[in-house]
């Protein structure tokens, strides 16, 4: 019996890349399984998509997925930087970054947060563990206030939030999941493809050998044993629609479903299961995740969503047409023009 083929006739099995040099058991290898499947089952066409990743553990996990798309590995903290020229060279590049806890909230905080607050579109992916696992497992920015590890000691410092941080930059996609919920990632990330602008998805990801003990919340054990879903998910994924209008949907009760149709057709259908939140509002936002945080509540779902602003491509209105494939006539003021611009100041 011949392999099942999506709409573009290619099998689960193209969407593979090379094989995961992590350690066995790693969350971000399970992160790496679900953005196959999500990408066979939207069929993308990963000649049109191109990974972006900068330094660590999470960094390496591109070379594992897609292997026929296009792909840059960037320095430390600095995958913004890349992404934002890719996409203002060739507005018609679908982008999927993979940082860490790291390389985002740590050396990359600050083009992490220039990158929401221009709307650079593209899905970014956080692989949160809570440890520089390249190197021998020391906190990162992420990692839980007075966390003991053997060879580091006590971790004094709060951590940061990095879907807090995501949402008061200016972010109009923020999620959070968990790497050993395989359905729930996989449906988040197909929401964030379809989303117009920076799409952010923080997904706890455990670090098997240097934080996977039960006294950290970013271990496995912990994840499964105290994770709060927010709503069940479904996505269904459309056609693309030209005209964009706002976005609106009404109130809607306990364990009732709302439908949330986004500027590509897509639905994304949530139905309420955890604590109350809306996530078209952003002060209940702001207030679950410090609520998470003040009482160790590992909450996951769709944390915030509202209407999708400019992406910094149409803030700057640039052409359509990559700017690789623009003609000379396009690029060089004629001499008239540079003569009268010249006479000006005169």
Not at 6 to 24: F, I, M, V
Not at 72 to 84: D, E, K, L, W
Not at 103 to 130: A, W
Not at 171 to 196: E, I, N, P, Y
Request: charged share 20%; proline share 5%; aromatic share 8%.
């Amino acid at each position: 019996m011949p392999p099942k083929t999506n709409t573009l006739g290619l099998t689960r099995e193209d969407y593979k890349g090379s094989k995961s040099t992590l350690c066995p058991g790693c969350g971000h290898d399970s992160i790496s399984n679900q953005i196959i499947s999500m990408a066979y089952d939207l069929g993308l066409n990963q000649h049109n998509l191109i990974k972006l990743s900068g330094i660590g553990c999470s960094s390496k996990t591109p070379a594992y997925f897609m292997g026929r798309a296009h792909a840059f590995n960037a320095v430390h903290g600095r995958m913004p930087s890349v992404a934002t020229g890719a996409t203002l060279a060739n507005r018609n590049l679908l982008a999927i970054g993979v940082s860490g806890d790291g390389d985002t909230g740590s050396i990359g905080m600050g083009q992490f947060k220039h990158l929401v607050r221009r709307n650079v579109p593209m899905v970014y992916i956080i692989e949160n563990n809570g440890v520089y696992g390249l190197t021998k497992g020391q906190f990162s920015a992420t990692a839980d206030s007075g966390q003991e590890l053997k060879y580091y000691g006590r971790n004094e410092l709060p951590p940061i939030d990095l879907a807090l941080e995501a949402i008061i930059g200016g972010c109009t996609f923020v999620a959070r999941s968990f790497s050993g919920d395989a359905k729930q990632v996989q449906t988040l990330l197909k929401a964030a493809m379809s989303h117009h602008g920076t799409a952010v998805v923080d997904i706890i990801s455990p670090c098997v050998t240097f934080n996977n003990h039960e006294t950290s919340s970013k271990s496995y054990d912990y994840g499964k044993q105290n994770e709060v879903a927010l709503h069940e998910i479904d996505f269904m994924p459309s056609g693309y629609v030209p005209e964009r209008e706002e976005i609106t949907v009404g109130e809607y009760a306990e364990g009732e479903m709302i439908s949330v149709t986004m500027h590509d057709g897509s639905v994304i259908r949530l139905k309420k299961v955890g604590p109350d939140h809306d996530p078209r509002n952003r002060a209940q936002a702001f207030q679950l995740l410090e609520r998470a945080q003040m009482e160790q509540l590992f909450v996951t779902g769709l944390l915030y969503y509202e209407e999708p602003r400019p992406t910094l491509a149409e803030s700057l209105y640039l052409t359509q047409t990559p700017l690789a494939q623009l003609g000379e006539e396009h690029l060089r003021p004629s001499r008239q023009v540079l003569d009268d611009i010249m006479k000006d100041y005169m």
